[in-house]
Structure formats: structure tokens, C-alpha cells
């Protein structure tokens, strides 16, 4: 068979991931709002990839803790409102050459509505379906056989200690399973966002039960006391 392939050099990888709104609480106590789509999850676990010049990087080093926001693509217009926008001021170098502004209060930016957290200081955002708070239990290098991209770029492995969904993606009748099908996550692609269309095709993975992949930070997350009021 004749392959169909060709080389081809992209700027950029992003095939196409879930865009997280990542709250953090600044030094004066503010909250931050920041989009990104650099992160994926393992049991109760997610890693983050952020620049280490970000407003975002640097509350989680101080605070060590955040809350992931999962936007759903009805939310799409609300991200953009973030687009080209930082809360570090000054605005790092890098950002300031792509159009990067300063803007302080982002949430009110997005038009989004900020609610206390119950085991961390950063607010989750009440419009989106769902809201993870989390702790950073490791921070990592990227790049670091590269000179001239060391230091660049910081990866985050945070633990979830809640988790938060509306009630309407939550499967009916249960109290640890979101539906697929009432989901919609907004997905960003080449810069782009997208929506998440219905299933194409049976599963099989979908045969193995999702308690078989419960960890034991789901047991500590239910140990975790709120945090004082």
C-alpha cells in the first residue's frame, strides 16, 4: 500500500486538547484566571505545562495550589474574552512581542462568576461544569538538554482533593460517573477552539469499569479537611 503520508515541519503539536481555566490566588489575595490547554490526567493527577514567566507558574510556586476549570464549548466565547490577556505585570517579554496585555481582574473579564473553594484559597468558576481543586505535589523541567529552551517552560503535577460537576453531566443515579454524552468540553486545536461532537464508535475500553482505575488519592481527597473560613 502506497503511503499517504508526507514530512511536514508545524510551528506548533496541538492536535487538539480540553481548554482548562486555571484559578489561582495572587499575592494581594486576587484571583487569577488563566486558559491553557497543555495538561493531561492520570487517575487523580494532572500535569501542567506553563511558562515559567507566567503570572499563573508563579502563584502556583507561592501558594501550591489551584482549582482546573473545565470549560464546556457553550463557554467558548468567554475564554476568548482571556485571549492575549496576562496577569503579570509587567508583561513578560515574550508575551508583550505576541499582543499580550495586562488586565487584573480576569474573571470579570471572562464574564465569569468566582466562588469559594472548599480545601483551597484559589475560587472556582461557577459557569463551568467542572472544577478540580488541587494541590502541586511535584514541579519539573522541560527542555533541559536544550540551552536556549531551559527554564522556558514548567511542568506541574498536581493532586485533585475535590472535584466539582454540574448536575447536569453527572450520570443519573450515581455519585462518581459524568456522562460522555451530556459533556461537551471545549477543545483547542491549532489555536482554535472546537466543540466535542457524539461518539463514533462503540468502545471497547468502555467494558472495563471505571472503579478498576480508582487510585488511592481518591482516598485522600476524602480526608482532606476545608480549609478555614
Known amino acids: 500500500m502506497t503511503s499517504k503520508h508526507s514530512p511536514i515541519e508545524p510551528n506548533i503539536l496541538y492536535f487538539g486538547t480540553p481548554v482548562v481555566l486555571v484559578s489561582t490566588a495572587n499575592e494581594d489575595g486576587t484571583p487569577n484566571l488563566a486558559p491553557m490547554s497543555s495538561a493531561f ?3 487523580w493527577r494532572a ?3 506553563l511558562g515559567a ?7 502556583l510556586l507561592r501558594t501550591r495550589a489551584c482549582v482546573l476549570n473545565l470549560p464546556s464549548d457553550e463557554l467558548a466565547a468567554a475564554v ?6 496576562t496577569g503579570a505585570d509587567p508583561v513578560p517579554p515574550a508575551k508583550h512581542e505576541r499582543g499580550y496585555r495586562f488586565v487584573a481582574g480576569k474573571f470579570e473579564r471572562a464574564g465569569l462568576t468566582p466562588v469559594p473553594s472548599e480545601t483551597v484559597g484559589a475560587p472556582r468558576a461557577a459557569e463551568c461544569p467542572v472544577s478540580m481543586e488541587a494541590v502541586v505535589e511535584a514541579v ?3 527542555a533541559e538538554d536544550d540551552d536556549k529552551l531551559r527554564g522556558g517552560v514548567v511542568l506541574f503535577e498536581v493532586r485533585v482533593q475535590r472535584v466539582w460537576v454540574h448536575d447536569e453531566i453527572r450520570l443519573a443515579g450515581t455519585d462518581d460517573h459524568v456522562d460522555p454524552d451530556a459533556w461537551r468540553p471545549l477543545i483547542m486545536s491549532f ?4 466543540g466535542l461532537g457524539p461518539q463514533v464508535h462503540p468502545s471497547t475500553l468502555a467494558r472495563i469499569p471505571e472503579r478498576l482505575y480508582r487510585s488511592t488519592d481518591v482516598d485522600r481527597a476524602r480526608v482532606t479537611p476545608p480549609i478555614p473560613r
Open 41 to 43: 490526567w492520570l487517575g
Open 47 to 49: 500535569v501542567l505545562g
Open 53 to 59: 514567566r507566567s503570572q499563573t507558574a508563579r502563584n
Open 80 to 85: 476568548d474574552r482571556l485571549a492575549l490577556t
Open 191 to 194: 489555536q482554535k477552539l472546537y
Open 140 to 142: 519539573h523541567g522541560l
